[in-house]
């Protein structure tokens, strides 16, 4: 599969003839920005894992005990869902608040509430205590997560892209993923030492909200971290160079919108593999293994660790035989992956270890060149929303429902409905870079 044309996004502007050196000097690094975006996203990524892994281990018992464990713990998982149903709506509404008011304060606003509404799952009652308002606040502060989510774009990985040495595009698009393992690698250790550290009836009634707790203060260190960066002259010198600014939404839809589903599809089998290596196998083990909870979350704070080291390899890979090419490489080895997931997930404690070492790696190397991986299809002043309206539909079709599927097709029809899931996923990032490539070379025609 060969890459298409040197994506436009990646080349830098021209040069003004007598550009001002003092304001080429005042330039933001792309070091500076790497360090918001890795800080930002990795902030965001453990909220969110916090509530996949207490939707195994304590929201089933804690807000549906009127149902049994599988079904407890679909409910929890449609309840996960949410947030990336409705992060679009916050996409959008962020960008109407910044063309009103600036990106500094719709960023505060964002993270604020996206901190208030994690820490209001810390303190909600149990349904033992407040019945069905207990179930009503939870799906009520996870639909206030989604749309923080969106809402605290900020255009950093774009701006990152763009500032990027040309034979290190692939090195600085894995920067802004590392978020991901960094994220679920504090929040799995923190759930893992409070599991083994507290008996079953403390865990459930206060150990697990720590998390919840945490994931505020973090907040806090990411809203400065990237602030620092948003409103600086700099950083809005180099936004409004680039054109990165928030355009009409119906004009993106009828001129390029194509190109928003074609990026959502693009890395569609990195999407539905982070899922279901990270939220789902805990579910799995939880329901029908034998093996330790706690022994199973070292295991997955092992393969954080070897996602996060597989990251910066699919940068060199990508920056060796480009990115698309990589995609589709990987999206080939996810698809093989998935037709021996029914062996390892049902292999015991073995097979188990092994899928979630396997597919973290998968997860690194293929996840690390996800973002953006088609970008360069968009025109200059539509780039900015339609990257941001690309990651929000990968997350919704890809992710969002994918430990909720999972579950549920496993528990019906077994762990082969699984490999489907993913096989499908593969087969649509194949199909869908095979098409982007055959559109950039009718446009070159």
């Avoid at 792309?30 to 360090?35: K, N, R, S, T």
């Avoid at 407040?130 to 997560?145: M, S």
């Avoid at 998935?338 to 062996?343: C, R």
């Avoid at 429902?401 to 762990?415: D, E, M, Q, T, W």
Wanted: aromatic share 12%; net charge neutral.
């Amino acid at each position: 599969m060969t890459s298409a044309a040197a994506p436009a996004y990646n080349r830098a502007p021209p040069s003004a003839p007598h550009a001002d050196p003092r304001q080429d000097a005042a330039s933001v690094a792309p070091a500076d920005i790497a360090v918001g975006v890795v800080i930002g996203r990795a902030s965001e990524y453990f909220d969110f894992f916090v509530y996949g892994i207490a939707s195994v281990l304590v929201f089933p018992a804690v807000f549906f005990p009127f149902a049994d464990r599988l079904q407890g713990t679909l409910y929890a998982f449609a309840v996960f869902a949410l947030a990336f149903v409705v992060r679009p709506i916050g996409t959008l509404a962020g960008m109407a608040l910044q063309r009103r008011f600036g990106r500094g304060t719709k960023l505060t606003v964002a993270l604020f509430l996206l901190g208030s509404s994690t820490v209001g799952i810390a303190l909600l009652p149990s349904f033992a205590t407040a019945g069905q308002w207990a179930i009503a606040l939870l799906v009520a502060f996870r639909i206030g997560q989604g749309l923080a989510t969106g809402g605290s774009w900020d255009g950093l990985p774009s701006l990152l892209a763009l500032n990027a040495p040309e034979h290190k595009r692939g090195w600085y698009a894995m920067l802004g993923q590392l978020g991901a393992p960094l994220g679920f690698a504090v929040a799995c250790g923190l759930f893992a030492y409070l599991w083994g550290s507290l008996a079953t009836e403390d865990f459930l009634s206060w150990g697990w909200r720590y998390p919840f707790f945490a994931a505020f203060a973090i907040n806090v260190v990411a809203l400065f971290a990237r602030l620092r960066l948003v409103v600086t002259h700099e950083y809005e010198r180099q936004l409004e160079e680039h054109e990165l600014e928030p355009c009409d939404v119906r004009e993106l839809a009828r001129q390029q919108g194509h190109n928003v589903v074609i990026g959502a599809f693009a890395a569609l089998a990195s999407y539905a593999l982070f899922h279901i290596v990270t939220v789902f196998p805990l579910s799995w083990v939880a329901l029908h293994s034998e093996q330790a909870i706690g022994q199973f979350l070292s295991v997955q704070l092992l393969g954080a660790g070897l996602a996060a080291l597989a990251m910066p390899i699919s940068g060199r890979l990508a920056d060796r035989f480009g990115r698309r090419h990589t995609l589709g490489s990987l999206a080939v080895a996810i698809g093989v992956f998935s037709v021996v997931t029914p062996w390892l997930l049902g292999g015991g404690p073995t097979g188990e270890n092994a899928f979630i070492l396997i597919g973290f790696v998968l997860l690194g190397l293929s996840y690390g060149q996800s973002a953006g991986s088609v970008t360069a299809n968009f025109l200059p002043h539509f780039r900015y929303t339609g990257a941001a309206l690309t990651a929000d539909l990968a997350w919704l079709i890809g992710a969002a429902f994918a430990p909720l599927v999972a579950l549920g097709l496993s528990a019906r029809f077994g762990l082969g409905a699984v490999s489907l899931y993913l096989l499908s996923g593969a087969v649509a990032t194949l199909l869908t870079l095979r098409v982007n490539r055959a559109l950039s070379a009718a446009v070159r025609d």
